[in-house]
């Protein structure tokens, strides 16, 4: 694999960002830095999704332009990846200019081909969906079964897509490549959606929606919020409807996993790939929809007053590095299922996995390499081991993992590995070896250990980049090396083992001082 392009759904603006919005993007910032870890060229895309009713009149409500309102909150969508080291390669807002125009050129040629047509229309829109419901879909006392509300009564003349063209080859895609939803368990839930398709609506009337992409030819329709989302992922490359497209758009599309939730999947797998299809662009290699993340087992919901925000949890636990929290989010569900948060469980975790298990195992035994060997890995001390063939063992299976999207699931092989090499550091007690003049056999204990830790360092990285990055330094590792390249030889006779940078890469979480600031 030459290349990798991973996009992430694109957060609506009418809040700030939560723990769900910063899964999505922890999860697809691991997939892509160990991508990068396997791939000469890769391009992570994540952003804002801004036009829409919703958006409107929020805005509207505070006296505010729909653009100010947009300017403020997507701000803080970028200061939250920033602090959780999300390391996107670009942020798109659907108010680009690049982007707007590129839409209006998408809609044009859609008509262009005859995949889009004029049709006057009543349906029930929820807001908060952002989309058309039919009766069914309703709760028995006519609300929105996701927002709870009653949905509006829109009659307007709008635009329609031809969705149903697209149903049977969408049908044989998903048939035919068993891995294009993941997890595969979901595809047949899209598939029994398929069966009851029908066209759908694609624009707005401008006197009812003003906030949003005027059609090109007809100004007085804007472009459904959903077609204007959607096609971000490709007018941020730069594709060009009309014309030859970008080197960047040549090159990365198409994305070889986009990141979605579960609730959105419809439109990613139906919506997404007839227009895709209606432009003759190749699809997407995967779409990953991923679960929902419950507090203390409890929906997430502004009524209920339990929305967490990402930086609120790493000022309450006084974190100077995002890397606890984003190893406890990407590891807190298997793939595509639901995860839960509570601060309780968080702390344990990593205080036992990545401050007492891995920076514990670490500083000991370079400390003891200091202590017995003045840090010096002697020619003797290098010997093939079963500790370390385990370790190769590990990089295939998280990288087999990788390949599935199971992101939990490599972590716990990473935790495996670093438990195994604890397991082997008690059973040979290095300290008695030393003790009892075993000078050469301590050398080597912990030599192997050293090695196996400079692999660890680098499968631990996509999760705690800062983290990794420090064990790197403390083992004089290049925390670049490629996973294709990684072998548990990089230490090599004569390395030494600078005393001065020994120091804890990840202390546990002082309970008591976070609890003072909460
Ligand atoms: N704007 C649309 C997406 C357009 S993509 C072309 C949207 N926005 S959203 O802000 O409501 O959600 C953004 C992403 O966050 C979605 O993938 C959604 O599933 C995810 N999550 C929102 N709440 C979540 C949780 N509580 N848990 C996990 N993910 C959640 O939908």
Sequence with gaps: MNKFYTTTAIDYVNGAPHIGHAYEKILTD???????QRCQDTYFLTGTDEHGIKIQKTAAEKGITPQEFCDINAQKFIDAWKALDIDYSQFIRTTDKQHEEIVQKIFKKLVEKGDIYKHAYKGLYCSGCEAFLSEKDLTEDGLCPNHMRKPEIVEEENYFFKLTKYKDAIIKHIKTNPDFIVPSFRANEVINQLENIEDISVSRVKSNVSWGIPVLEDSQQVIYVWIDALSNYITALGYNPDGESSVEFNKYWPAEVQVIGKDILKFHSIYWIAILMALDLPLPKHILAHGWITIDQTKMSKSLGNVISPTSVLEAFNLDIPDPFRYYMASAAPCGKDG???????????????????????????????????????????????????????VKAVKHHFDYFEVQEAAQKIIELVDTANKYVTDNAPWSLAKDGQIEKCGKVLTNVLQVMTVIASLIYPYCPNIAGAMAEQLGYDINTKLDDITCESLKAGHLIDKENIKPVFLRMDSELADKKK
């Design 30 to 36: 691991v997939i892509y830095r160990h991508f990068t």
């Design 340 to 394: 839960n948060y509570s601060d309780e469980d968080f702390k344990e975790k990593v205080n036992a996995h990545l401050a007492n298990s891995m920076g514990n195992l670490l500083n000991r035994t370079l400390s003891m390499l200091v202590k017995y060997f003045e840090g010096d890995i002697r020619p003797e001390f290098l010997e093939e081991n079963e500790l370390k063939a385990q370790a190769l063992e590990t």
